[in-house]
């Protein structure tokens, strides 16, 4: 089991909300810095800055660097480029003090608990030892922070099924 509990994390999006609920003349900029020689390899970085006032600063006021590797786990496998960006832009606002207590996102501690050694895997007897819905419900989240959830959708779906049918 990993060390941390993802909920403690905000996500990006929560971060970006909270953002522009503040600022109502802010921006969030974000530049693709990918050479040729990195798409060769099939890897992406990107920039973010963080804006207060996009009419009135003279500088960010945060500013994020990200980089991802295309087909690696979790949301990489298929938008490697978007992720990063997110991830960009999550620094970007930490930089900004938009990270709470915690200077990174739920997004990247999910990596974290991917990468981990002794992080533990969901299996298939986790998914059929739930005893309510809510359990289930529970496990599917922390598949999906995993990134255990796309191997073990038929599981759940049956899992599911199961519960739903005994209502």
């Known amino acids: 089991m990993a060390r941390f509990d993802l909920q403690n994390y905000e996500t ?3 971060r970006i909300i ?11 900029i974000t530049k693709n810095l990918t050479t040729d020689a990195d798409r060769d390899r099939k890897q992406w970085v ?4 963080v804006w ?3 009419n009135n600063d003279v500088r960010p006021t945060g500013t994020g660097l990200a980089f991802e590797i295309d087909g690696t786990a979790g949301a990489n496998v298929t938008s490697a480029l978007e992720n990063c960006e997110s ?5 970007a606002l930490a930089q900004a ?11 990247e ?7 981990a050694p002794n992080a533990a895997q969901i299996t298939t007897n986790d998914i059929q030892n739930t005893a309510t819905l809510k359990d289930l419900e529970a496990l599917w989240s922390r598949a ?7 191997k073990l959708i038929a599981e759940f779906t049956a899992r599911k099924k199961h519960f739903n049918e005994q209502n």
């Open 87 to 91: 991830s960009s832009v999550g620094r």
């Open 52 to 54: 207060f006032d996009k």
């Open 109 to 115: 501690m999910a990596k974290v608990n991917r990468g």
């Open 97 to 107: 003090n938009y990270g709470g207590d915690k200077r990174v996102t739920r997004e």
């Open 12 to 14: 990006v999006a929560q």
């Open 46 to 49: 990107v920039y973010a800055e």
């Open 144 to 150: 999906v922070d995993s990134g255990d959830s796309t």
């Open 18 to 28: 909270r953002f522009y609920s503040d600022h109502e003349n802010g921006a969030i």
